[in-house]
């Protein structure tokens, strides 16, 4: 009943009210790994636009939970508990799977969001590599998405960034501007890319400092080799703002909302029905 209602978007981006943070993370907990069997838990894909080829190249992959009493359940909150749990590595690893077999017959590029907690600790190169072998997916097609944090100074998790640069695998700093210590994780982490957060793309127009911030984000990241994505785009003046600033990937409602793999392959121009 769920999926029908998420069919007819009924219950799209609907989010369950709060309740005692103590009770709902112990259920949710209990409920996550059953969900994950009857596929209440899948993953939605929000297209991203190449401003130099104005073509969609890939998908950001974002974790859905449409739990048949709470209704939708916002993923960063129970990402969180999940995380606290200790129990990221099998929602994280779900994920990867999933992406890498959907987008690997597309031709693709697919980015997945990375919990801090999963690096370090050795448990990604050796599935990874699998994945990618198994689904046939080129490395270079696969970016991983992390965010800037206190954990990033940790040594062993930067040393396993740098094993999975070196199989190919893209690395992005997500929600760039947010965290602190920015500039010297841009020099420390192997990464390729940068995504500027959206509560900075959202001012382009109207705050001048935020203006200046992007278009020398923008500057300084070219500089050093990288890309720029910038997400959270709404509508077309922005876009336009962006692609004068010369961002080169664009993210947001005004592209395209996060949608399930079948809605996401129909809305590309040329269908892939391999
Ligand atoms: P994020 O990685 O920064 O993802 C971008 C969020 O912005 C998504 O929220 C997306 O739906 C939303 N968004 C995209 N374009 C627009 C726009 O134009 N306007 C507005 N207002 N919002 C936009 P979502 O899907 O609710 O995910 C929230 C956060 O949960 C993510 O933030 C990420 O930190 C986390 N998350 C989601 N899926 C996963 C996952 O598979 N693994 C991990 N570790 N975290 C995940
Ligand atoms: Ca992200
Ligand atoms: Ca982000
Ligand atoms: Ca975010």
Redesign the pocket.
Known sequence: AATNAINRGILWERYETDEDEVFWKLSILNEFEQALGRGDVWVAY?PKLDLHSNAITGA????RWIHPDRGFI???RF?RAIEDAGR?DK??LY?LERAIADFAPLGLSVA????MRMLGKNKLEAPLRDLLETYGMPAEKLTL?I?ESATMTDDQGMAELESLRALGILISI??YGTGQSTLSYLKRLPASELKID?SFVRQVLTSRSDAVLINSTIKLAHELDMRVVA????DQQVLDALAGMECDII????VGR?VPLAEFVSKLPHKITS
């Open positions: 929000q950001e992959a974002l974790i916002r993923p960063d990402v990221i929602l994280t994920v997945v969001n990375l919990s998405e965010t997500d929600d959206q997400e959270g785009v709404e993210q947001g409602y005004h996060p």
